[in-house]
């Protein structure tokens, strides 16, 4: 048994790193290079022949958001950070970072990476990119921090990096293909889709809609939940905290792992290695429903004080 589950994960780690390999990235219009102010950085710990050189651009930039309902925000390698702000306009600060063999090597490289912003009616896009390179070495990458007024929508992606959503009342999207993805603080519709790391949604409000889909990683959900909630992962627990108020119809199972409740649930159901439930999650009339899907897991559902 223990040899079919090993068998199971592993197969779940390689198709997770398949997915995650794809990184869309788009073209923009508006370069910034010329804005930005340039340094180089010598690493003398780097070994012969590997790119141990590095050059960086800054950038701070500032754009009216008059008209804008949605900010799209791309970066394929690097950090990103959304937050909102009581700032009427739009703020975007970035680091882009260029490594190479030697200084010249470094600054090369670092003039290939752009940042671009281009708006398209109500919609404003930051899109990052970086050439895809074959040389041993540290990857080129571009640290970007984004504040937009509370009530915009956005819509993020994080290729290889961390990514933070934070103080947004509009709905918000946020995928990341290679790192871990947080959305706090956040009023609104909620999607989310990982590939390869832990996602946490915390301090949240949810208006209608949650989302949520890990192919590999752990899944944190504090907060109030919508009318709809779907929450699904292929290898990784699913660890929810709602309010003690919360009546939902539940709709659970992991197939490896046991469901962990400190609500009242009906049709709570044990068979072998699997643990589901099918029915009403706390008491009181169901006000939406709750779904929830995990491969390899266990599921918690328990209760924090309602304001």
């Not at 009616?121 to 074959?134: D, H, K, S, W, Y």
């Not at 292929?234 to 199972?253: K, N, W």
């Amino acid at each position: 048994m223990r040899i079919w589950r090993t068998t199971i994960l592993v197969a779940l780690i390689c198709l997770a790193l398949l997915v995650s390999a794809a990184r869309p990235w788009r073209m923009g219009t508006e370069l910034l290079a010329d804005r930005f102010r340039d340094s180089v950085i010598f690493n003398p710990g780097a070994s012969p022949g590997m790119r141990g050189v590095a050059a960086h651009k800054r950038l701070a930039e500032r754009h009216e958001a008059d008209g804008v309902r949605t900010v799209v925000v791309d970066v394929p390698v690097g950090e990103l950070v959304v937050e909102g702000s009581s700032d009427p306009s739009i703020g975007i600060e970035a680091e882009l970072t260029g490594y190479g063999v030697d200084t010249d090597d470094a600054r090369r490289r670092l003039e290939d990476i752009t940042l671009s912003v281009e708006q398209q009616e109500r919609i404003l896009r930051i899109t990052g990119q970086i050439p895809v390179t074959q040389t041993r070495g540290r990857s080129d990458r571009m640290d970007v921090t984004v504040r937009v007024p509370h009530s915009i929508a956005v819509q993020t992606t994080a290729g290889l990096g961390n990514l933070r959503v934070s103080g947004i009342d509009g709905d918000v999207t946020a995928i990341g293909r290679l790192g871990k993805v947080r959305v706090e603080r956040t009023r609104g519709d909620i999607t989310v889709r990982s590939d390869l790391g832990d996602v946490s949604v915390v301090d949240v409000e949810v208006q209608d809609t949650l989302d949520i889909y890990a192919s590999l990683g752990k899944v944190h959900v504090r907060g109030a939940l919508g009318r709809t909630n779907r929450i699904e992962t292929a290898t990784g627990s699913v660890d929810l905290e709602i309010p003690e108020s919360t009546s939902l119809m539940l709709d659970a199972s992991s197939s490896m792992g046991k469901l962990k409740t400190s609500f009242p649930v009906t049709g709570h159901k044990e068979s072998g290695m699997s643990s589901g439930a099918s029915g009403q999650l706390g008491t009181g009339t169901p006000v939406g429903s709750l779904f929830i899907r995990v491969s390899l897991g266990d599921i918690s559902i328990s209760t924090f004080p309602s304001r």
